[in-house]
């Protein structure tokens, strides 16, 4: 299923399903968003505050079922990451989704959603900026409203020319794109929201995790049985993920070699995705066929409707 493509016009609805935001950042990407010709929705619970959450579960919960239940709301555009998007899975009415294929977006702690609602409702769904980060990167703007208003054909995701793709092990594959956040990845195996591994290409990246817990991350996918299936790599932005020295440590880069390249598989690295900028904006759950060794991203199929 696809939503209906990004207009001029159209009205955004925001939620806050993770973590609470300074008010300030989102009456100012308020602003943002509303000079550039689009309408703004909020969530009622928006403001809320939880200690670390933005608010009580079935709270947010219900913010997100709002807005896909809403006629007037064209996109959903979570306003940040944070923690506790995992917590409202339970309150989700995969019907109600189904039922009002949306535009949906998000990154980090919001992987939850985007692989659940492509797994369980066959939505696709968009990793990429949220309500609240920065969009004064050319780039990244440029992927974000390319995709959404003009992904309703095949196209190719690259990065700046000055960000190298690399072609970590050669070769060719196809599959549906899923992944997000590796650490979200991992916590949701052996629940009924874990992602599709099965003949995909998967996706990760991190922030502020040293070698040793992606190691760990990679291992629990690995003796999970899932890595193996997944027909090929892409990997991200690994923000703060290394460390001054290792006299202690393997380099993260070993860490993918033990436990991804190791495998033989296609697989891209520096993908510029993730939790730093440049953020590209990718279609999760699109059909994709990716040739590393020319360090092709190909998404063969529309993101999004006429």
């Keep these: 299923m696809l939503g209906k493509k990004l207009k001029l016009g159209d009205t955004i609805g925001i939620i806050s399903p993770a973590s609470p935001e300074d008010p300030k950042s989102i009456e100012n990407a308020i602003s943002f968003f509303q000079n550039k010709g689009f309408k703004i929705k909020l969530g009622k619970h928006i403001y809320d505050k939880r200690g670390y959450l933005a608010g009580e579960d079935k709270n947010r919960a219900a913010d997100l079922m709002d807005m896909f239940k809403d006629n007037e709301v064209d996109m959903i555009l979570c306003v940040r990451g944070g923690y506790g998007s ?3 899975l339970p309150y989700i009415d995969f019907d109600v989704i189904r039922s009002n294929p949306k535009i949906f977006i998000g990154f980090s702690d919001i992987t939850s959603f985007l ?17 609240t980060s920065n ?4 780039y990244t703007i440029d992927s974000f409203f390319n995709t959404l208003m003009n992904g309703n054909k095949p196209y190719i995701i ?3 020319s000055e960000n190298e793709l690399i072609c970590s092990v050669e070769g060719e594959c196809r599959g549906h794109l899923v992944g997000g956040n590796l650490s979200l990845i991992s916590n949701t195996l052996g629940t009924p929201y874990e992602i599709d591994f099965k003949d995909n290409i998967l996706f990760i990246e991190d922030v502020h995790e040293e070698p040793y817990a992606i ?8 003796l999970s049985g899932k890595l193996n299936t997944c027909n090929g790599f892409i990997l991200g932005q690994f923000k703060n993920c290394t460390l001054p020295h290792y006299n202690r440590s393997l380099t993260l880069n070993e860490v993918f070699a033990d436990k991804i390249f190791s495998l033989n598989k296609p697989t891209i690295t520096n993908l510029m995705s993730g939790h730093d900028y440049p953020k590209l904006t990718l ?10 060794l020319k360090k092709i991203i190909e998404i063969n199929q529309p993101t999004v409707l006429n």
């Excluded at 659940?116 to 309500?131: A, D, Q, R, V």
């Design 215 to 222: 190691d760990r991350m990679l291992t629990h996918l690995e």
């Design 115 to 131: 692989n659940t609602f492509y797994s369980k409702c066959n939505l696709i769904t968009f990793h990429g900026p949220m309500f």
């Design 135 to 138: 969009f004064k990167d050319k």
């Design 158 to 160: 690259s990065n700046p």
């Design 86 to 88: 995992m917590r409202t």
């Design 283 to 292: 279609p999760i759950g699109a059909q994709v066929y990716m040739n590393s």
